[in-house]
């Protein structure tokens, strides 16, 4: 059967600072999704979970994408967070929800969506990535090795309903005035791909599909909230969405690129760089409001219902990485405010330096010759 997973996320408010959603505020999230969702047949299926102070809602339903039903039940399940998270007291209550009133998409409103419709395989594997801290950039780095690099993916050289290789849909997300997206194919337009990825924060993988079958393989969550906003409201903890094993990778050769801990922008107040720790599901944020973490549920769907979810990253071996991600963060974060330890200029999500800087350029000085 043809079903849609839609992932709608946001942060509207948290207990101890930017660190968790109380019980509380995550149950109402549960409640109405559950009340107003799947008891009235809207959807089939649905999971919540929280990264650091944002909370997910993954649901199964076959309304296709972009459906205005369902992004207003994600919407009003945010709404109703919100006035139980003013009732707690808790910090940046209603933060994500840049709008008084739902406009038919929760898209440019404030909340993050990925959504993907695809024809159910008899089995049908899935990952949902939920990040904290970080920008939807974040991905590039694994999902270009996953999906265009043999030297990380022998799968790619050596599962032939691989060989054909991928297209990738690459989003600007400086362009605010509409989506401006480019489509490469890879092992060909490598090097192009190459060429944009190397900036996660202007260019972002949006999707990737097989060019064996034409199916759909994830869909990430591209927008940019300080794009939407014309100013900072909190980093954007992407949500994504990747279809593994047969014609895609494997799950592991989806997870393993995680291992590298790669430095991405985010962090305390969104402004520095730190290594990505891969995290257990619903782990608090911490050291420096951070670090910038990802989460990983494995889960299967058939007929629309989800399997219960697989902690992916709650196995030994990425206490290893948890451990070298702690390391390099650590060695970057003892270089304080200096050179690459902050983001770039434009990244900087507090207005403070820029104010410093407009201050003093009135009192510099040209010197004569
Ligand atoms: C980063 C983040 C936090 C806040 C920081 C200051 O995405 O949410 O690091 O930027 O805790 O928060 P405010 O400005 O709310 O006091
Ligand atoms: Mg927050
Ligand atoms: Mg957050």
Same mark, same amino acid.
């Given at each position: 059967m043809k079903v849609t997973l839609s992932a709608i996320k946001a942060d509207v408010g948290s207990v101890g600072g930017h660190n968790k959603p109380s019980l509380k505020l995550t149950q109402s999230i549960i409640d109405h999704v559950e009340n107003e969702g799947k008891k009235k047949k809207l959807i089939i299926d649905y999971k919540v979970f929280t990264a650091g102070d944002d909370n997910f809602i993954i649901m199964s339903h076959t309304k296709g994408v972009n459906n205005t039903d369902i992004h207003r039940l994600a919407w009003? /399940? $945010?709404?109703?967070?919100?006035?139980?998270? %003013?009732?707690? @007291?808790?910090?940046g209550a209603g933060q994500d929800l840049l709008k008084d009133a739902f406009s038919g998409n929760v898209r440019g409103m404030g909340p993050g969506s990925a959504e993907m419709e695809f024809e159910e395989r008899p089995s049908e594997p899935f990952?949902? $990535?939920m990040c904290d801290k970080t920008d939807p950039g974040v991905f590039n780095y694994p999902f270009y090795r996953g999906f265009a690099d043999p030297f990380h993916n022998a799968g790619l050289i050596l599962a032939p309903d691989m060989q054909a290789g991928f297209e990738y849909t690459v989003m600007d997300v400086n362009? =605010?005035?509409?989506? %401006?997206?480019?489509?490469?194919?890879?092992?060909?337009?490598?090097?192009? +791909?190459?060429? +944009?990825?190397?900036?996660?924060?202007?260019?972002? &993988? !949006?999707?990737?599909? #097989?060019? /064996?079958?034409?199916d759909q393989a994830l869909?990430?969550?591209? #927008?940019?909230?300080?794009?939407?906003?014309? %100013?900072? =409201?909190?980093?954007?903890?992407?949500?994504?969405i990747v279809r593994t094993q047969k014609e895609f990778p494997s799950t592991g050769e989806i +997870? #393993?690129?995680?291992? =590298?801990?790669? $430095?991405?922008?985010?962090?305390?107040? @969104?402004?520095?760089? &730190?290594? +990505?720790?891969?995290? %257990?599901? @619903?782990?608090?944020? #911490?050291?420096?409001?951070?670090p910038a973490m990802v989460t990983a549920?494995?889960?299967?769907?058939?007929?629309?219902?989800m399997t219960e979810a697989v902690d992916l990253f709650d196995q030994p071996f990425w206490d290893y990485v948890r451990n070298k991600a702690a390391e390099k963060s650590y060695s970057l974060r003892e270089q304080g405010f200096f050179g690459n330890a902050m983001a770039?200029?434009? !990244?900087?999500?507090? =207005?403070?330096?820029?104010?410093?800087?407009?201050?003093?350029?009135k009192k510099f000085v040209i010197r004569k010759k």
């Open positions: 009003d /399940a $945010f709404v109703q967070g919100t006035a139980i998270a %003013k009732e707690q @007291g808790l910090y990952i949902v $990535f362009y =605010t005035e509409a989506d %401006k997206v480019i489509t490469l194919k890879v092992p060909e337009e490598q090097y192009q +791909l190459a060429a +944009l990825l190397r900036d996660p924060e202007h260019y972002v &993988i !949006e999707s990737v599909h #097989s060019r /064996a079958s034409g869909v990430n969550s591209t #927008s940019r909230l300080h794009n939407i906003a014309g %100013k900072y =409201t909190g980093k954007d903890d992407p949500v994504a +997870l #393993s690129p995680f291992a =590298t801990a790669h $430095f991405v922008v985010g962090d305390n107040r @969104g402004s520095h760089n &730190i290594a +990505l720790m891969p995290c %257990k599901l @619903g782990s608090i944020i #911490s050291f420096f409001d951070g549920a494995g889960i299967c769907i058939h007929n629309g219902v770039p200029m434009e !990244e900087l999500e507090y =207005t403070g330096v820029m104010k410093i800087l407009a201050g003093l350029d």
